[in-house]
């Protein structure tokens, strides 16, 4: 059965916390960072890579625009 | 390939690219605060540019309000507008070049109190050009002062106490109101607070351009309700779910006007 | 030679605007200025040049119109009466920070408020010193015959495409309302698309093979805000060192001078002959541009006169620059009607002989 693996790539420095990638994430693979970017925002950072299926509902949310979203065909 | 070779740094490459910002967007951030739904309605407009491919041929207005600088951030031609005129600016241009895809890009307090002419009229006379309409209840670049289509009872900087429709009028539903007349050819009123809700307006927006490309005779407008967290005082996400329970009901989603026929909502 | 017609102000400058190759026309009906926008939309331009005529729902729309078409590097006018024109005055001033060009035509009347549809010279200030708000100026030229007002069309429009900045013409009730013989100029071609991208390079048309261009008036940068604000004023002085225009009437050997613009100066001319008549040296100086104002001329006859007398149908407007001109060398006085009343020349060398002769 083909299964899809996905990757986020978070342009950190970008990011202003606001937290809308977490709840739109369906697999739970984004969590906030304890520390702080250069704007001072605790930002958003990928805390479960493995459960990742590169739906690229984070970046569609996303209001500026700091997340790029990878996808790749595997089999299970 | 089994699953348990792949690493992340495996699917991290070009081929493997889903989804990334478009360079229709500069590289500037933007001046938008945390979570505000404004960076995403500029984005999924230059998406459907790129996609449409009409970079070379559209021309976007700036209102003022949080969005005045929108040209900073969307890398296409754009003109700003003096507060409320956009659709008169956009007048101006598709009137003398026909061909070109024009779209002003407004707040609340540009279009529904400052604008209320220039919105109605343009609306009125059927030009053949594209609205987007932000509705988040507020004038957020002054400071989250009372704006028309603040709701009833909501607290605002000049209604520190919510907003007493006796003494302050009623909130302006300016999108129902422009779809009753006859110029207006598709109004429909979405949200981006949700992957799917971007999804929606994204294509609804696609549609406003079509229609407008093809001269099917008649205004696109296409509200998009937003959030406000600094002006309602909230964190993003509980911003977000304060205006799920209490904007929409007052500011229902869904088309309210296409192909120039009003939506039987019965 | 072109074509002679007799037609009112208004209607010329409808002929003229069709024939100069304008691309839109945008107003709103105001007296005594209507004829413009019901000339021009009984003419079909749409038909004979391809020309848009629209009668938006406002001055303010109408002026905003024009933001967006100058901005997107068409020629395109507006007019309007005094009222109409203070509801401009928010857009003139965008377009003058966003270095716009467009001609804004006033047909003066009385005011302050809604005053009176009669002529009037009240909104010199208006015109001249800015009128909206920041640091800017408009070129303003004052047509005194119907001709001028069909000739100040392409005139204004090579101005202010040369130094991207509105120009207004500062008529009023008499010259936009009275018949008289004019000279039209031979019809030429509007600009065609390619001419404008060319011409215009940093207008909105579209980013094709370029980055992109935006018309703006903000900066929120105050040091680039400045700049900015230094490069409008050198434009200004600019505008100062090149475009002075005037008329001069039996100026040479004057010993007092007249100084009057658009319909006034009609009046003074005869107003000349009469006081010549009775014995005085009396010349008038007409300027036609009203910024920039004709200061030289007027320093460079001072050591010839012993007074200057300033005609307006206004409290007296332009005789403050012509006193900054002066610089209290020589007595200045105003003579003036108000309200719609047009002077005679008799009450004109009456004026000159108690205020000035006999003062």
Redesign the interface.
Known sequence: MA?V???I?IDVD?C?????C???CPTDVIGMADEVNIKG?HFAEVKN?EDCI????C??????????????K??? | MKEENITTTDIISDENLVYKKTDLMTDKTLSYCPGCGHGTAHRIIMEVVEEMDMTEDTIGIAPVGCSVLAYEFMNIDMQQAAHGRAPALATGIKRTWPDKMIFTYQGDGDLAAIGTAETIHACNRGENFLIVFINNGIYGMTGGQMAPTTLPGMKSSTSPYGRDVKLMGNPLKITELVAELPGTYYVTRQAVHTPANVRKTKRAIKTAFKNQMENKGGLNFVEIVSNCNSGWKMSPVDANNWMVENMFPFYPLGDIKLDGEKVNKE | MGELRLMKGNEAIGEAAIRAGVDAYFGYPITPQSEVIEYLTAEKPEERTGMVVLQAESEIAAINMVYGAAGSGKKVMTSSSSPGISLKMEGISYMAGAELPCVVLNVVRGGPGLGTIQPSQADYFQAVKGGGHGDYKMIVLAPASVQEMADFVQTGFDLAFKYKTPVMLLSDGVIGQMMEKVELNDAVPRWTEEEIVEKSSWATTGKKGRERNIITSLDLDPSSQEKHNQKLQAKYREIIEKEVRFEEFQCDDAEYLFIAYGSSSRIAQKAVKIACERGHKVGLLRPITLFPFPEKKIQQMIAQLKGILTLELSAGQMIEDVRLAVEGKIPVKHYGRMGGIIFTPAEIVEALEQKIIGG
């Open positions: 299964k693996k996905g990757a790539v970008k202003k916390g606001c937290e809308v977490v709840e739109a925002y890579p590169g739906c690229a509902n970046a569609i949310v996303c209001p500026d625009g700091v997340i790029t979203v990878y996808r790749k595997v089999k299970a």
